[in-house]
């Protein structure tokens, strides 16, 4: 707690190279709050708000480059992410792009960057999502419709500034959709076939981290909030260990064709689970009793053929995760049909 305090001691050592230069990738959440104070934003430095009303695109992370290069002429130290993992994800793409050639949409994909990015800093505001401590940032491509990552060693945060303080303001809902999002990740990666024993280690502490918080009577102490910011850079190392499974590939559909945040359809997706993960989802049921966390309904009703085509074409396109939880003839298992009837459960 209160280690934010340290970033502009973390923040001198990229200095030493020349640029000096720093740009706050900051959510929109807190576009007028203290926590601005709590940044050491100098004269060389901009602060720039992520509206992350919707998930990230790759169009929108080529505009954001498109800013940071015509304002700071290059003279980028570092570049800050904070807030959740729409923001983190926003600022780890556009670190790599400034010292790559080419459009987000270029590196989506397994690593294709070939240069480092710029020196970058995560201090995450929500806990759950585990991308301050994954090698990829997830981005919405419209003209493909899909969903997918800027998986590479070089989009790994060089420094993390965690900072449970951080979290008190989140509202309840969100808290635990999110912190839902690292519990998802850790049984994915256990139950899949790309298992060794580093990503088990993370994936195993994680989730005993996450029953301590969510099985709780409150699950947004001070200790439960330290607690689950732990698990959440746990999560986010087991998966970028290894992969997700069935949840995430389904949650990729809800958000391109209804653009869904991606906790909340993780959580969606999670609650029709009961083919794949059953003991799990029937924990997860638990969790949520006992927290009195609601979740949408009916999300899927009265779609057209269209739709339906749509959500299945951008859920069995994440090859990696399905082979890794169902093998390599999983398309035999998600028919069109299956993948229906899974989705019409939610």
Not at 266 to 292: G, L, P, S, W
Not at 296 to 308: I, M, Y
Not at 328 to 346: G, H
Request: hydrophobic share 40%; proline share 4%; aromatic share 8%.
């Amino acid at each position: 707690a209160g280690t934010i305090g340290a970033l502009g001691d973390v923040l001198q050592e990229p200095k030493k190279n020349g640029a000096t230069g720093v740009v706050y990738f900051v959510d929109h959440f807190f576009n007028g709050s203290d926590l601005l104070d709590r940044l050491p934003v100098g004269a060389d430095d901009h602060v720039i708000f992520v509206d992350t009303t919707d998930e990230p695109t790759t169009d929108g992370v080529d505009a954001y480059v498109d800013q940071v290069k015509q304002q700071m002429d290059g003279n980028v130290a570092a570049v800050v992410g904070v807030g959740g993992g729409a923001t983190l994800d926003t600022s780890k793409a556009v670190s790599n792009l400034l010292n790559n050639p080419g459009k987000a949409a270029d590196y989506q994909g397994w690593d294709l960057l070939p240069n480092p990015g710029v020196f970058k800093v995560g201090i995450p505001t929500l806990s759950g999502t585990g991308a301050e401590g994954s090698r990829t940032s997830v981005m919405m491509n419209q003209e493909k419709n899909l969903k997918l990552g800027m998986n590479s060693d070089y989009t790994v945060f060089d420094r993390l500034v965690l900072d449970p303080d951080l979290t008190a303001s989140v509202p309840r809902d969100q808290y635990f959709y999110t912190g839902m999002d690292t519990y998802i990740h850790c049984i994915e990666s256990l139950a899949g076939s790309y298992k060794h024993a580093m990503a088990d280690a993370y994936s195993h502490q994680a989730l005993s981290l996450c029953r301590d918080v969510f099985l709780s009577d409150d699950m947004q102490s001070q200790e439960n909030r330290e607690k689950l910011m732990i698990a959440s850079y746990m999560g986010g190392s087991a998966i970028g260990n290894s992969f997700v499974g069935v949840v995430h590939p389904f949650s990729a559909g809800l958000s391109m064709v209804f653009h869904t945040h991606h906790c909340v359809g993780n959580c969606i997706v999670m609650n029709a689970m009961d083919d794949f993960y059953a003991t799990e989802v029937k924990e997860f049921r638990q969790m949520m009793e006992r927290q009195d966390i609601p979740l949408p309904e009916n999300v899927c009703g009265n779609l057209t053929n269209a739709q339906w085509q749509d959500l299945y074409d951008s859920t069995v396109v994440h090859e990696k995760p399905l082979i890794n939880a169902l093998g390599d003839d999983f398309k035999s298992i998600l028919t069109p049909d299956r993948v229906r009837e899974i989705f019409a459960r939610m």
